[in-house]
């Protein structure tokens, strides 16, 4: 299957700073990612729908100014976690589009998940 | 927008046993049914998917089937084994996002 990556894999820091998750996809075009937040224990939760040369889709309750998603190629997105406090730690994955095939009843799209990212804010 | 309910949240089995675990969802338009297989800080696995012109799909030990009138599917793992431990999501898509279910942890006891 297609392969996405996320960098880093896990980072901490301190409450306050600024930090940018990358999301590429390595061996296909992504004209849409989407970003994933996770608590221990929980579900997968949408935060957010990165598209390619245009402004990301935003989930109700997701801050738009706190979480920045910059889709500037086909290739990378990237999230960026700005003034993080020790609520914002969690578990962070993006996923990519990728188109699979079509059948008789046309195109389909699958979504391959990055590695996910480990976000410590002390 | 779609919204998907998965029960049961827990689950416990003896090794060799079957699992079944179930979600509804509530979007017609949905077409898409993947299951998602995720171990402890790890990325979700896709594990199956089902389509919706297809109302069964088996590969091995693992089956999921789909009733799209009662907006239904299910996961069915037969004779578990204990790496089949994990926490497994289902998911319905549209062709504009996937909603996940809450998961399921399964737990598969020697």
């Known amino acids: 299957g297609a392969v996405v990556s996320q960098h880093p894999s896990r980072v901490i820091c301190k409450s306050g700073t600024s930090v940018k998750i990358e999301c590429r996809s390595l061996d296909f075009q992504a004209t849409t990612m989407f970003w994933y937040r996770q608590f221990p224990k929980q579900s997968l939760m949408l935060m957010a729908t990165?598209?390619?040369?245009?402004?990301?889709?935003?989930e109700q309750g997701v801050e738009k100014d706190k979480f920045l998603i910059n889709h500037a190629s086909l290739t990378l997105s990237t999230l960026t976690v700005t003034s993080a406090h020790p609520e914002d730690s969690s578990f962070y994955i993006c996923?990519?589009?990728?188109?699979?095939?079509?059948?008789?009843?046309?195109?389909?799209?699958?979504?391959?998940f990055g590695p996910g990212t480990r976000l410590t804010v002390l | 927008g779609e919204n998907v309910e998965q029960h049961p949240s827990t689950l416990s089995v003896q090794e060799g046993d079957s699992a079944v675990i179930k979600c509804t969802y509530s979007?017609?338009?949905?077409?898409?049914f993947p299951w998602y297989k995720q171990e402890l800080g790890k990325r979700p696995q896709l594990i199956i998917d089902i389509r919706s012109n297809v109302g069964e799909k088996k590969d091995q030990r693992i089956a999921v089937t789909l009733n799209k009138t009662a907006k239904h599917f299910s996961l069915h793992i037969t004779e578990t084994q204990p790496e089949d431990s994990a926490v497994y999501f289902c998911?319905?898509?549209?062709?504009?996002?996937?909603?996940f279910g809450a998961g399921t942890r399964l737990t598969v006891k020697p």
């Open positions: 998911a319905a898509y549209n062709n504009n996002d996937m909603r």
């Open positions: 996923s990519a589009r990728a188109f699979v095939g079509t059948s008789g009843r046309g195109a389909y799209n699958e979504q391959f």
């Open positions: 990165s598209n390619e040369g245009s402004k990301a889709t935003y």
């Open positions: 979007d017609s338009a949905s077409n898409y």
